[in-house]
């Protein structure tokens, strides 16, 4: 069966997705896909039988492997929400049948996999966008064009704050790389899109309190930007209130703050971001043009998640 991007495109309006993953991401994923008149989710890829069966109610084809799900369907790309560690796999699977794909970050565990996920795609002549959703936050779009405006003047420094309502399974943190990794490289990728900075080498200070098997439960990095300013990143897994992701930008003209994922509010945030994205993958594909992260973008906030896991590290 021939999978090359445009073909079911041609047919019908839809820019048709298959899905890779059903777990929290990749459900998440579909509830906000559904909403949608050009973008559509035509299957999903779980091996896990029990999450197949919660999708019953949804409408959508499953299937067992990918391998299954390209020999029953026609698709314009894939949607990667499996875990962390069979990002390369799926891309490199993904590359081969000629299908464009949005993969969830990291998009690899480590510098070295994401490496290999750009000359996979590379070679292949395909296309591969990462999903920081931040980028589709039009209040963070906003930010970004003022400080390229200048308006802010002089960046002194960028201070970030993501905090999960509570830590995940276990399970899911042993495969994670970490909550440098897992959490850190929304906000460092956040960074470099805001301010077109790069990170300089970085310092951590970690908490006791609530390790898992040796992951901390909050993470605060500092660096220093190769244009002069500065960054802050503050995670944690305890927040009962609820998921919380701010931003504050301070600079020699103007500061701006911005609490843009709040728990009452979050979610419809999180979905709304979510949507914009799929729909600027779909229109990348069709017309080579789209704003989202690259592979590229995925490598360089892996780099920092490893410097900073180096730090910590040599401070134990």
Same mark, same amino acid.
Request: proline share 4%; hydrophobic share 40%.
């Given at each position: ?7 079911? *495109? /041609? #047919? ?9 993953? *059903?777990?929290?991401?990749? #459900?998440?994923?579909?509830? $906000? ?48 929400? $499996? ?8 891309? #490199? ?18 510098? /070295?996999?994401?490496?290999?996920? *750009? ?36 960046? =002194? ?7 999960? $309502? ?87 003209? *103007? ?15 999180? =979905? ?9 993958? /779909? ?27 180096? /730090? ?5």
């Amino acid at each position: 069966m021939d999978h090359r991007p445009g073909q079911s *495109a /041609a #047919r019908d309006d839809r820019f048709r997705l298959g899905l890779v993953g *059903a777990g929290r991401m990749g #459900r998440t994923h579909l509830d $906000a896909i559904k909403t949608l008149h050009g973008v559509s989710v035509e299957a999903v890829a779980e091996p896990r039988e029990e999450a197949r069966a919660a999708l019953v109610h949804d409408g959508v084809r499953t299937f067992e492997s990918l391998e299954e799900m390209l020999g029953h369907c026609e698709l314009d790309g894939l949607l990667v929400a $499996a875990p962390t560690g069979v990002h390369l796999e799926t891309v #490199r699977r993904a590359m081969a049948a000629g299908l464009p794909v949005l993969c969830e970050k990291p998009c690899g565990l480590t510098v /070295a996999e994401a490496t290999e996920c *750009a000359k996979v795609t590379e070679e292949a002549g395909g296309t591969l966008q990462v999903a920081y959703w931040r980028r589709f936050v039009p209040r963070l779009q906003e930010l970004r064009a003022r400080i390229a405006r200048g308006e802010l003047g002089d960046i =002194l420094a960028v201070d970030c704050q993501q905090w999960d $309502a509570s830590p995940p399974p276990v399970e899911f943190r042993a495969g994670s790389g970490g909550i440098l990794v897992d959490m850190g490289v929304h906000e460092f990728d956040q960074v470099r899109w805001l301010t077109g900075q790069e990170f300089g080498p970085v310092k951590v200070a970690v908490s006791r309190v609530g390790a898992s098997a040796g992951d901390p439960d909050c993470a605060q990095i500092v660096a220093e930007l190769d244009g002069g300013s500065t960054a802050a990143v503050s995670l944690g897994r305890w927040h009962p209130a609820g998921d919380s992701c701010k931003v504050e930008v301070f600079g020699t003209r *103007a500061t701006e703050s911005i609490w843009f994922l709040e728990p009452v509010t979050g979610d419809a945030v999180f =979905l709304e971001a979510l949507r914009r994205q799929v729909e600027d993958f /779909a229109r990348s594909v069709s017309s080579g043009e789209g704003s989202g992260a690259t592979v590229t973008d995925a490598v360089e906030a892996l780099k920092v998640a490893e410097m900073a896991g180096e /730090a910590v590290s040599e401070a134990s």
